[in-house]
């Protein structure tokens, strides 16, 4: 694979240059020059469009045979492996009614263009295809056909449902295109542009009319309906009965009420919170102490996070209907919401092993979002940030976040994907496409909830005037995409497995392996959207450290912070050299950053850095030759150390100022190398050192290890910690270990996020040194 850089805050790869048998490079190459070609033709017909049998054998060939690889946009490659979602063209979406728009034929479409102003009504002549995008065949009046691909619906949604052979529809403004494939469509990006007809909708032409009239049905006929797909996990299906139903029922009575409650408690089972609770207030307003609509409402506002109006309604119904069993156990959960809101105080242990029972399911944390000592402010150059208001002591938490929207690669089903801008020239390995997918489902079907989403940075994209056009709120999926790709976090279930350890050792998994070969990056991760700490601004060296449990993402101090001082996390990978930061900062998310890390070692010497990253890289590749055995390990131990000596002396200010973050990767390995040759005492003094490196200083002082001084601090700081205990209780030495225990155990909680979890994960480890564990 070619020469991709790698951050930390999404697996993101450049389109640099391309190395022999790089299969990514051309296939980007190949889509690239198609597009560029494609630009030429700019409000041109097309020349040749295919008959409708040669459309129809192509559709049929794709949908009876996936495995003939088509290399399209969104359709599975069986040589490459993960699909690919290509963005080219950016076209907003259409913001204008439905009744201000003039009808075009196909025969009217120019290429490359969003027909503003018009709009075309089609019929599916086929049952769709489905790889990233829903694609199908579609004829208008005239009997042109066309391919149309329709992205960002509800995946949760058979395709044939959305769109079955015979639906008609109407895409607003439609904007056609040439595929990075060569062919052209419609594409449909913003959920928006296209609006679904059923049979009595007048906009449908005569001739496409049902010839035979449905018999009439009454509002019990579609409430009958409803509770059938309801039963059978069928919601959409059952919301849209529901709705029908609405639609004749006459309002204020009694069969209107229960058709709200199905819809409101339907909405619940889909995650459309919102909409459930302008359900059930509405079937209050017509019955204002409906036991039901008091019930629903206060789970919708529950699911939603307000805990305060689920109160007031759950409180309201138990005065109303006390022996409501549900509603007392709701109520609860509720004061124990507030609680967590309030005080931050979580049951991590608890959570931890509901996030492991999750196996491969979906799944959400029952617990509410803590916001901490910070506000969001003005960060100058930097846009928005978010400040400490007050002081805060190294390992507090900042922030425990419920995310706004998350997809775990753990999940069954979790679609990894390349995601990739040929206009950037940069992609993302992961569930990202699925990511902006399902947030503009979320947004689409929670407009008020929408509001914050739609706060966050989203760069240089010019916005369109948004709101509810044709009752329905506008989603452009661009801006959707641009904001999530400022603003996620790259994420895993867990920010520490238990037994690390143990599990250094083990096989790549069937799925890992196959990703490892698959994807430009070598590796390909979930991803997720998290409001509050969307805000924190980068800084190579950062003052907070961010972690992740289930779907919340915790954020600690890792050293005190004065009250006003803006709190930072590192976006990328915290070893690079100067200039590979700088180079991802801006690549990644359009600034420079000047942190004090990056202006010390700007003003660096040029060649004291090169020789630091000709070490550095000489390291590594003895660290894979002394790996071979245990002979190599013994003879290279030396040699090692005069390396990492090397490298200490390319630095010529002091740790404190200058942490030597590079060291800790080659000063581990060695770390490692004498804990197999059983060399305790070098272990202990090697791992005291690194940490000195880092710029830490620890006392023991009355009977306590005290840090005196906070150094560079993440994830992998941890390690030092762990060997100075194992290693002293190696060489006998109890005592020292159990008062470094304890200081590890508040390192660890500061970039785990919990220290509940310190046993599960290192216990062995303690346990074997012979450090006890209570
Ligand atoms: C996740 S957002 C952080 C919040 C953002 N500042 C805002 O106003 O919403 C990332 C964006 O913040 C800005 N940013 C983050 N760290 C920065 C830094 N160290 N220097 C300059 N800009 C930074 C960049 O514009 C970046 O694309």
Not at 179 to 185: A, F, H, L
Not at 462 to 483: A, E, N, Q, W, Y
Not at 615 to 643: R, T
Request: aromatic fraction near 10%; charged fraction near 30%.
């Amino acid at each position: 694979m070619g020469k991709y850089a790698r951050r930390r805050r999404g697996t993101m790869f450049e389109f640099e240059k391309p190395t022999v048998g790089d299969e990514w490079f051309y296939f980007f190459k190949r889509a690239e020059v198609i597009l560029q070609n494609a630009e030429a033709q700019k409000g041109k017909k097309p020349r040749n469009r295919p008959s409708r049998s040669q459309y129809l054998f192509g559709h049929s060939l794709f949908h009876n045979d996936t495995k003939e690889g088509l290399k399209t946009e969104g359709r599975f490659d069986e040589k490459l492996g993960l699909a690919s979602t290509i963005t080219y063209n950016e076209h907003p979406p259409c913001t204008v009614p439905f009744s201000t728009l003039e009808k075009i034929l196909l025969d009217d479409l120019r290429l490359e263009i969003a027909h503003r102003g018009s709009y075309i009504i089609l019929r599916a002549i086929v049952d769709p295809n489905k790889y990233v995008s829903l694609t199908i065949i579609a004829e208008d009046e005239s009997g042109d056909v066309q391919l149309v691909q329709i992205y960002n619906q509800d995946d949760r949604r058979s395709q044939v449902s959305i769109m079955p052979e015979g639906q008609v529809f109407i895409v607003k403004e439609p904007y056609f295109k040439t595929t990075s494939s060569g062919e052209t469509s419609i594409r449909v990006d913003h959920v928006s542009d296209i609006i679904f007809l059923d049979g009595e909708d007048d906009r449908i032409p005569e001739e496409w009319r049902p010839k035979l009239k449905l018999l009439a049905r009454r509002s019990l006929d579609w409430k009958n309906d409803g509770n059938r797909f309801y039963k059978e996990e069928r919601y959409f299906e059952a919301a849209k009965c529901y709705t029908k139903g609405l639609e004749i029922a006459e309002p204020c009575s009694a069969s209107a009420i229960v058709l709200l409650l199905n819809r409101a408690q339907t909405y619940l089972e889909l995650g459309y919170n919102e909409e459930a609770l302008a359900d059930a207030d509405r079937a209050l307003s017509y019955e204002p102490v409906n036991q039901k609509a008091l019930y629903r409402s206060a789970v919708a506002c529950y699911e939603d996070g307000d805990y305060e109006s689920a109160k007031t309604r759950l409180v309201k119904l138990l005065k109303e209907f006390p022996e409501n069993k549900s509603a007392k156990e709701r109520l609860l959960r509720t004061f124990q919401r507030l609680q967590e809101q309030r005080r931050g105080r979580y049951e991590f242990l608890k959570m931890r092993n509901e996030v492991k029972a999750w196996g491969n399911k979906r799944g959400k944390l029952d617990c509410a979002e803590y916001v901490g000592p910070v506000r969001v402010g003005d960060a100058g150059p930097k846009g928005r940030g978010l400040f400490a208001t007050r002081d805060v002591k190294f390992g507090e938490l900042l922030l425990c976040s419920k995310a706004f929207h998350v997809c775990h690669k753990e999940t069954a089903g979790a679609k990894l994907n390349i995601l990739f801008n040929l206009k950037a020239r940069k992609g993302q390995a992961g569930t990202h496409s699925q990511l902006v997918q399902e947030l503009i489902q979320v947004l689409y079907h929670n407009p008020k909830k929408a509001k914050k989403f739609y706060e966050l940075d989203s760069g240089d994209y010019k916005r369109v005037r948004g709101g509810i056009v044709d009752g329905l709120p506008v989603v452009d999926s661009h801006l959707v995409m641009r904001i999530m790709l400022r603003n996620c976090f790259d994420c895993t279930r867990l920010s520490s497995i238990d037994d690390p350890l143990e599990n250094l050792f083990k096989e790549k998994t069937e799925v890992e392996k196959k990703i490892a070969e698959e994807s430009p990056t070598g590796t390909a991760g979930g991803s997720g959207l998290w409001i509050m700490p969307s805000y924190i601004n980068h800084s190579c060296w950062q003052n907070s450290a961010r972690a992740f449990l289930g779907d919340l993402l915790i954020v600690r101090a890792v050293r005190d912070i004065p009250e006003g001082e803006e709190i930072t996390l590192n976006y990328l990978e915290s070893e690079c050299d100067v200039q590979t930061r700088q180079k991802q900062c801006f690549s990644g998310w359009g600034f420079n950053c000047k942190c004090t890390l990056c202006e010390i070692e700007a003003a660096e010497p040029q060649e004291l850095q090169d020789k630091r990253k000709e070490l550095l890289e000489k390291s590594e590749k003895f660290h894979h030759y002394l790996n071979q055995s245990k002979e190599k390990m013994e003879s290279g131990v030396a040699p090692m150390i005069k390396l990492i000596k090397g490298m200490e002396a390319t630095y010529t200010q002091p740790e404190f100022i200058h942490p030597r973050v590079p060291l800790l990767s080659p000063t581990q390995v060695l770390q490692s190398f004498l804990v197999s040759l059983e060399r305790p005492p070098e272990v202990y003094n090697l791992a005291k050192h690194a940490l000195n490196g880092l710029g830490f200083k620890i006392a023991i002082k009355r009977g306590r290890a005290v840090i005196e001084r906070y150094g560079y601090m993440y994830y992998q700081t941890l390690i030092p910690f762990i060997h100075v205990i194992t290693a002293g209780a190696m060489t006998g030495d109890i005592g020292t270990a159990m008062l470094w225990k304890d200081i590890a155990i508040k390192v660890y909680e500061a970039v785990v996020g919990e220290r509940e979890s310190f046993f599960d994960v290192y216990g062995r480890a303690l346990l074997q040194a012979g450090v006890p564990c209570d």
